[in-house]
């Protein structure tokens, strides 16, 4: 069975610091990956997707993702009391264009930001 | 937000009543997705759809049903809910390129049945 794990933390950090969140996947054939942020009460929302090896930035994110060792990871820089929620993990097993293949999630990571 | 619009928001329920929540897109998206959150689940595929009348089972479809008659509606249909469908619904679209294909939510539905 396809699964991804996360951590279901909670993670506290403080304000200003380094967030860093883990996922892992089993089913090597995933190719992209992606990460949600979820407010309480709230629907998921994109904050970063990635496909190839290595690290890819985007202001405060940075998504890391070694194929090899079935390993995405997701960085917050300079971590905000807003960035307090919950992280959700999901890949996907194709990435090309359509949704024949759908996303499978984690359970997701709780992050506390604390002043 | 993807255009895409859920009702009703919230909805309280008997067991053994037939309930129907509609996700609809403007965007003319052409998959769209029921989801349903709940804790210790997390998020997981009940149906979706690849085109008007084209639907597929995901990987909680027992006891519900879905329709799209047209490209902007997808409805999903409990015909007799039960406690166990008591979670929050989200509905999805994705938007595709050649490199990755990306799904958004709607603001999602909270069904309560008692």
């Known amino acids: 069975q396809k699964e991804v794990e996360q951590n279901s933390g909670p993670l506290s950090v403080p304000e200003g610091a380094i967030a860093s969140l883990n996922c892992t996947y089993s089913?090597?054939?995933?190719?992209?990956f992606f990460w949600y942020r979820q407010y309480s009460g709230k629907s998921p929302e994109l904050i970063m997707s990635i496909y190839s090896n290595g690290d890819k930035e985007d202001g405060r994110f940075t998504a890391q993702l070694n194929k090899a060792s079935q390993y995405v990871s997701l960085l917050i820089r300079d971590s905000q009391p807003s960035d307090s929620a919950t992280y959700l993990c999901a890949s996907h097993p194709g990435n090309y264009g359509g949704s024949q293949g759908n996303l499978i999630f984690g359970k997701g990571t709780k992050l506390s930001v604390k002043p | 937000d993807a255009g895409i619009t859920q009702s009703p928001r919230h909805k309280v329920t008997e067991t053994g009543t037939p309930v129907t929540l509609r996700c609809h897109q403007t965007?003319?998206?052409?998959?769209m997705y029921w989801y349903r959150q709940d804790p210790g689940h997390g998020l997981r595929l009940i149906h979706y759809s690849y085109g008007v009348k084209d639907t597929d089972k995901g990987e909680v479809s027992d006891g519900y049903s879905v329709s799209r008659s047209k490209t902007e509606d997808f409805l999903l249909t409990l015909e007799s809910a039960t406690s166990s469908q008591t979670s929050v619904y989200f509905c999805a679209i994705s938007e595709g390129t050649e490199e990755i294909d990306t799904q958004y939510f709607g603001p999602g539905t909270r069904l309560t049945v008692l």
């Open positions: 965007e003319n998206h052409r998959y």
């Open positions: 089913d090597r054939g995933s190719q992209s």
